[in-house]
């Protein structure tokens, strides 16, 4: 391809080309895809005994290890590929990280900064990568990278490390055991987010500070900078979302290269359990931070102690991911000090104490709720009756958290049940997962001549042994010296107790967030059987017979074999996933993910009724032919276990058009849909089947039990899906899902009958045909459907009616050029007044200032504004009705007449420019007719308040208006097209015609005192997008302030800004104040709201199951808060200058605030956690029903969690 930033044509270094061909070459040494087909079309194998142990895939790759160390260590390579120290040139950027695109902080880097300051050159006066040379450096990205390969990293260490030449270039084990000590210091502290504070300067991090500098280089030396950096991810995907994407790839490269010295320490080359620096010591140099860190959670400053909670959580969760990969080689002594690691971390961390944040009880997070909806059956049936009342009893007994609610717990509970199993010497493997004892090493083998005497010869044979580390161990030192520290957050953990504050210089762990490291489970197929259950076996012949796969994913794969499934997948999806630097280069396709994640099922060996038949054909000799049939044998029914992780990722992914970007990679719903839509592709008769099989499920038995979120979530999914695979659903399914989104009782009335709108206006909106395509395309001809979703309440024949005054108001903002002042005087004149017919008006009797009749003129002025809206609709309405009915004819062969009534509808004047855009149109009309709108207001608060008996608060008169404009809108725009909505919200805010409270009341229907029946589906997106508005809104309002100072604030805070560590003091001053003026703004509208929320949840008087308009409340809830600390953290600690970072959800690490400033603003103003919390125990008292208590214990206990 051309050269993106020069013309010019340069020649290519033969060293680099040659480099890159390496890289290449050691990326895909260990790709199990590729070795399967070498193992399934060739005669790998051998009749070495301890070889025909291993499985054909090890023994490809073992062959590809072999292959490469001898053209690495062959006469006159060595001197070239094995170059390191002095030898070796400083610049390896563009080798050392090809493997993947995705590790991110090579060292190299660090030293190629041309804006370097004087401390971090200091940090980094070792090049430790240059030590270790090029080879070493690409090794470790490579196995730090790529989770599914690293046995083969391990395997190739051995092998250099023994073949290269011992004069020249020995060591090559202890290089890298040494570099890789490195790496994994600096990465643990890039994931516990640990923080230098020197006394009076700011923080600095270990982290990168985006693109530091970069205003005082050249054109030139800019461009030359991007391209040096084409490998590592964009400085926005790093920070960007919730700020923590430096610390996912920080923590995934820390596990995997744990496991690298792991495999090691199974080889031999790095010391198991004797001496200080062993593997054993150093796992219990961890759970002794974790247990120290979570002991000092208990007590201290709120947010500090959370960042210490989550810290905890995640050095157990790197421990606990890395012994399964030890316990092959583990003797009694080990298997004891392990046992008791697994013991402290379940005492200390993960134990009877830890509250997880997908708890259906409390979580705030959570995917399932605690009890089901209480749901409209469509037919009126109650069949299930009694099985409902025997769940409700145990439901009460019940208040224990889920066992294994997040991955964390399943973590816990796999480690104990191997280690268990290994002290059972009788029992066999509790495992199919071979990736735990893959050993593509034990293929090496070193020459080694022996000599014979023969009479007077002597002769020489060679003979092949098996390769094996020379010399003694290796031990690993994490934490180094004081002149070379390699960790700084281990220290401080180990010595947390006797920290002392008031040191010049001090550590600080800012851990934010553990989304994307740890998850909710979602087991959606059914467990294992229980071998103690004889009546299992019925029901599994019966399954066999229907879907032999599936029955035998449910028999076969253990719940270990289920977890190490989806922590490989997991794995595989953050660190394949596709990457863009900040030079625009891209790296990896959601095609190249779906075939990674596919080459797991190379990784599980055949169930125990078929290893001995695989035994007996290996010693028989009958290894080459029957490869291929094994592996497929042996991964039978995986696709199942794969759908069932990606779908229970995706109902916890961040919520579309909710004004907050995705918590993290595997939290985005658009990536894990383009990797489902490659894996249907890939693997075409396996994959659909098994997501029609699992959907099927899940609406017929999770449905009910899910958040309303995650239900979101699933059918916003099943639409993206359906549109992108020409909408192919078994007809069968749209009948059976008819009757529940014929329901009647209006939105939110059946949780099914919800997910089926969501997927059907899913389909709708990802479609350039809009609903016309999902009623030709996608649901049966004549389906219920289309009534039920697109056409409810419409006979689409005849066209509503429309005012004489209405159409001139109309014709006037729209088909003339009349300036609006002279619109607005007519507005508000009497003229109009008398031309409005008034007849037919519900009228006022209680004379409310919510009445639609007391706001007739900013109701006449709005619907005449959105009248292109309106249009659009009738438009859309009219071409679906025609759809249907065309449908329908064509079904039962009768076209006479059915067309007509559609015909006749369609008029001139609805006639639309292709080249229309409706919003932009919008958004300009908006502006410039926004004096008719507050006019028309202000002319309606007049008329009410000249007839009120009594005062009437202008304040909550003007709030009533504001929500009179809202329901006009909500009349106009579809229900389900939030993206129209929400853009419209921002229009009227940015205009200053609604406000923010404004909006929340208008959400929570705050007209309806009781309960929330009239509460809007997506309420909480609503006010999350009226958050974002005021918290933006207070920050321009006081820049402006700084600016009108004339010297003051505002001219401290510049200067500050272009010097470095001066008049903290001013700076300071100038962040509380910001601070405070966002939060006089929002925390009004946040109480507000939590009021509304526990009034609606004390109305509820459902005794056994949870009404749906509450369990919107209660999600919303946690939703809006979860969303309204992110606009915080990308608003109002970012900074505020444009080059500061601010706006894309990163904060720049010389920000003066930080997340416990905020917490605290908020406790000052009564309206922390705490405090929330305390307005649900209050509503507890007024409860009428038994839901409406757990529903608000639950909100309140998420409360205090949170926020």
């Not at 790095?270 to 620096?277: A, F, H, M, Q, R």
């Not at 990679?665 to 489902?676: E, K």
């Not at 916003?716 to 009757?739: E, I």
């Not at 001066?1062 to 009004?1084: F, I």
């Amino acid at each position: 391809p051309a050269n993106r930033f020069s013309t010019e044509t340069k020649s290519v270094d033969p060293q680099y080309a040659m480099m890159k061909q390496l890289t290449a070459m050691v990326a895909k040494m260990g790709d199990l895809g590729g070795a399967a087909e070498v193992a399934a079309t060739t005669g790998i194998g051998g009749d070495d005994g301890e070889r025909l142990l291993l499985r054909p895939v090890v023994r490809a790759i073992g062959t590809n290890v072999s292959d490469l160390v001898e053209v690495l260590c062959g006469p006159g390579n060595a001197s070239l590929f094995l170059k390191f120290g002095a030898d070796e040139p400083s610049n390896n950027d563009e080798t050392n990280e090809e493997s993947n695109g995705g590790d991110d902080d090579a060292m190299n880097n660090e030293n190629n900064e041309a804006d370097t300051t004087e401390a971090s050159k200091k940090e980094n006066k070792i090049n430790a990568s240059q030590q270790a040379g090029g080879l070493a450096t690409l090794l470790l990205s490579c196995s730090s990278n790529l989770p599914l390969q690293t046995p083969s990293y391990a395997a190739l260490t051995l092998g250099v490390d023994v073949k290269a030449p011992k004069e020249t270039h020995g060591g090559f084990a202890k290089r890298c055991v040494d570099l890789g000590l490195r790496l994994l210091g600096r990465d643990l502290d890039l994931a516990l987010e640990c923080t230098t504070i020197n006394n009076g300067d700011t923080a600095s991090s270990n982290g990168t500070n985006g693109e530091n500098g970069t205003n005082f280089l050249s054109e030139e030396e800019q461009v030359a900078r991007l391209k040096s950096k084409e490998d590592e991810r964009s400085h926005a995907e790093a920070t960007g979302g919730s700020g923590n994407g430096s610390q996912i790839d920080a923590y995934y490269r820390t596990k995997l290269m744990l496991r690298y010295f792991a495999h090691l320490a199974t080889i031999g080359t790095v010391s198991l359990e004797d001496g200080e620096g062993s593997l054993l010591s150093v796992l219990e140099t961890l759970v002794e931070s974790a247990s120290r860190a979570a002991h000092a959670a208990t007590s201290g400053e709120k947010e500090k102690s959370r960042a210490l909670s989550r810290a905890s959580q995640l050095l157990a969760s790197l421990v606990l991911s890395t012994i399964p990969y030890i316990l092959s080689v583990a003797g009694a002594g080990a298997l004891t000090r392990l046992s008791e690691m697994v013991e402290a971390l379940e005492t200390n961390v993960v134990g009877a104490q830890y509250s997880s944040m997908y708890d259906p009880k409390s979580g705030p997070l959570s995917i399932l709720l605690k009890g089901e909806l209480d749901d409209v059956d469509p037919g009126g049936a109650m069949d299930e009756e009694e099985d409902d009342d025997d769940d409700d009893d145990e439901e009460e007994g019940s208040d224990a958290p889920a066992p294994c609610a997040d991955t964390l717990q399943d973590l816990l509970r796999t480690v104990r049940k191997l280690i268990v199993s290994c002290d059972d010497t009788a029992s066999s493997s509790p495992t199919r997962f071979a990736l735990l004892d893959d050993a593509p090493w034990k293929t090496l083998t070193v020459d080694i001549a022996s000599a014979t005497e023969g009479g007077m010869d002597v002769e020489q044979n060679i003979e092949k042994v098996p390769m094996s580390h020379e010399g003694e161990a290796l031990l690993l030192d994490l934490i180094g010296s004081e002149e070379e520290l390699r960790c700084k957050s281990i220290p401080y953990l180990l010595s947390i107790e006797n920290d002392n504050t008031d040191n010049e210089t001090s550590v600080e762990i800012r851990c934010r967030s553990l989304d994307g490291i740890i998850f909710g489970r979602l087991a959606i197929f059914d467990l294992p059987p229980n071998p103690n259950d004889s009546d299992s076996d019925d029901d599994e012949e019966d399954t066999k017979e229907g879907n032999p796969n599936l029955q035998s994913y449910i028999s076969t794969y253990s719940l270990i074999d289920r977890f190490f499934l989806s922590d490989a997948v997991r794995d595989v999806l953050i660190c394949h996933r596709p990457m863009v630097s900040d030079a625009g280069a891209e790296r990896n396709t959601a095609k190249e993910v779906a075939e990674q994640i596919w080459a797991v099922s190379y990784l599980f060996k055949p169930p125990a009724a078929d290893a001995a038949t695989t035994a007996a054909d290996a010693t028989e000799g009958d290894d080459v032919a029957p490869a291929a049939s094994k592996s497929e044998a042996a991964s039978k029914g995986i696709e199942y276990g794969i759908i069932e992780t990606i779908l229970s990722l995706l109902v916890q992914t961040t919520p579309t058009n909710s004004s907050a970007p995705s918590a993290s990679p595997l939290h985005s719903h658009l990536y894990l849909s383009r990797v489902l839509l490659e894996l249907t592709k890939l693997q075409p008769t396996l994959i659909p089947q098994a997501l029609v099989l699992a959907v099927s499920g899940m609406f017929q038995d999770f449905l009910p039990s899910l958040t309303p979120t995650a239900r979101e979530n699933l059918g916003a999914w099943l639409g993206f899906h359906l549109v992108n695979t020409g909408g192919q659903w078994p007809k069968a399914y749209w009948d059976h899902w008819a009757p529940y989104a014929a329901v009647d009782g209006g939105p939110g009335s059946n949780s099914r009958g919800e997910f089926i709108k969501v997927t059907l206006c899913s389909m709708a909106s990802m479609s350039s045909g809009g609903a016309v395509y999902v009623v030709e395309e996608c649901l049966p001809p004549g389906s219920s459907l289309v009534q039920s979703v697109f056409l409810i309440g419409k006979d689409g024949d005849a066209k509503e009616e429309v005012s004489a005054a209405e159409r001139d108001l109309i014709h006037r903002l729209w088909n003339t050029a009349e300036d609006p002042d002279d619109i607005r005087t007519y507005v508000i004149s009497d003229e109009l007044a008398e031309s409005y017919n008034m007849e037919g008006k519900i009228e006022n009797v209680d004379k409310s200032m919510h009445h639609p009749s007391v706001w007739w003129r900013s109701g006449l002025a709005i619907r005449a504004l959105f009248h292109p809206v309106q249009r659009e609709k009738l438009r859309v309405d009219r071409v679906t009705k025609k759809a249907f009915k065309e449908q329908q004819s064509n079904d039962v062969g009768d076209n006479e007449g059915d067309n007509e009534g559609v015909d006749n509808g369609m008029d001139d004047e609805e006639e639309i420019d292709e080249t229309e855009d409706l919003l932009a149109d919008m958004s300009d009309a908006i502006s410039r007719f926004k004096p008719v709108i507050l006019a028309a207001l202000a002319r309606d608060a007049d008329a009410y308040d000249s007839i009120a008996t009594g005062k009437v608060d202008d304040d909550d008169l003007l709030l009533a208006g504001e929500v009179s404009i809202l329901e006009e809108m909500s009349k106009i725009v579809p229900y389900w097209d939030l993206s129209t909505m929400n853009s419209l919200l921002e229009c009227l805010m940015k205009e200053r015609i609604l406000s923010g409270l404004a909006v929340a009341r208008w959400a929570l229907a705050e007209d309806q005192k009781g309960d929330g029946s009239g509460v809007r589906t997506h309420w909480w997106k609503f006010v999350s997008c009226a958050f974002r508005h005021v918290i933006r809104d207070a920050c321009s309002r006081f820049e402006m302030s700084k600016t009108d100072l004339g010297g003051g604030i505002g001219m401290i805070v510049d200067d500050v800004g272009q010097q470095d560590n001066e008049d903290n003091t001013a700076k300071e001053e100038a962040a509380a104040l910001r601070l405070e003026e966002v939060l006089n703004s929002t925390v009004p509208i946040l109480k507000y709201v939590m009021e509304r929320a526990c009034q609606i949840l004390a109305a509820c008087g459902s005794e056994k199951k949870i009404p749906l308009d509450c369990a919107d409340i209660v999600e919303g809830m946690k939703r809006l808060l979860c969303a309204l600390l992110f606009h915080f953290n990308s608003l109002v600690l970012a900074s505020p200058s444009p080059s500061g970072g601010g706006g894309d959800g990163s904060v720049s690490n010389n920000s003066i605030l930080t997340a416990s400033n905020i917490h605290k603003g908020f406790a000052s103003m009564d309206a922390d956690g705490e405090k929330l919390a305390l307005m649900c125990q209050a509503a507890l008292d007024s409860c009428k029903g038994e839901q409406g208590k757990r529903l608000l214990q639950s909100l309140m206990l998420s409360m205090e969690k949170v926020f």
